[in-house]
């Protein structure tokens, strides 16, 4: 399967969760590795996701997806970071921006197919995310080994950009 594929069914469970998969109008740009997708139902409610997915190419599974989305609760939205199964749930995900102290996000639910840790949206990531080139998100896998994936930050702004406005039409 095409990596856009995966990446856009990737999505589509998030935007799923965000309530409004019966949509009647989608919009989707990509953006280098980030995809903004966005569903508008007949009623005229809209949700949208800014996403980046890492898949392994052996397995075809989500190594590590990283979604911001829509969320009643919140204006700026929910981080959502999602990993494989079969890791150390206590020790959470750890988020290290261009060398600064780690984060740690706790897991919030684990399913058969991949464990999420979820937190909401502040400025403080935004500031962050488009300041930094690259982040990396790190966590552990139940054998005791370190998982670790590097990302770019180099559209993410301009992904951001998009995604905010798309909210707003």
Same mark, same amino acid.
């Given at each position: 399967? @095409? !990596?856009? $594929?995966? #990446? *856009?069914?990737?999505?589509?469970?998030?935007? /799923?969760?965000?309530?409004?998969?019966?949509?009647?109008t989608k919009t989707q740009?990509?953006?280098?590795? +980030?995809?903004?997708?966005? #569903?508008?139902?007949?009623?005229?409610? &809209?949700?949208?996701?800014?996403? *980046?997915?890492? $898949?392994? #190419?052996?397995?075809?599974?989500?190594?590590?997806? +990283?979604?911001?989305?829509?969320?009643?609760?919140?204006?700026?939205?929910?981080?959502?970071?999602?990993?494989?199964?079969?890791?150390?749930? %206590?020790?959470?995900? %750890? =988020? !290290?921006?261009?060398?600064?102290? @780690?984060? #740690?996000?706790?897991?919030? $639910?684990?399913?058969?197919?991949?464990?999420?840790?979820? =937190? @909401?949206?502040?400025?403080? +990531?935004? &500031?962050?995310?488009?300041?930094?080139?690259?982040?990396?998100?790190?966590? $552990? /896998?139940?054998?005791?080994?370190? =998982?670790? !994936?590097?990302?770019?930050?180099?559209?993410?702004?301009?992904?951001? !950009?998009?995604?905010?406005?798309?909210?707003? %039409?």
């Amino acid at each position: 399967m @095409p !990596q856009t $594929i995966r #990446n *856009i069914l990737f999505c589509l469970s998030f935007l /799923a969760l965000a309530g409004n998969a019966g949509a009647a109008t989608k919009t989707q740009r990509t953006f280098d590795g +980030w995809q903004v997708d966005c #569903n508008e139902d007949d009623k005229g409610a &809209k949700s949208c996701a800014l996403y *980046i997915a890492f $898949i392994n #190419n052996k397995s075809k599974a989500v190594v590590l997806g +990283w979604t911001i989305a829509s969320d009643e609760k919140s204006e700026k939205g929910k981080l959502v970071v999602r990993t494989l199964t079969g890791v150390t749930v %206590s020790d959470g995900i %750890s =988020v !290290q921006f261009d060398g600064s102290k @780690p984060v #740690n996000i706790p897991y919030k $639910i684990c399913m058969p197919q991949y464990c999420a840790a979820e =937190v @909401p949206f502040s400025d403080a +990531w935004l &500031k962050t995310m488009t300041g930094a080139k690259k982040f990396s998100v790190t966590y $552990i /896998a139940a054998n005791g080994k370190e =998982v670790k !994936q590097e990302v770019d930050l180099a559209r993410f702004a301009e992904a951001f !950009q998009y995604y905010t406005a798309e909210l707003k %039409s």
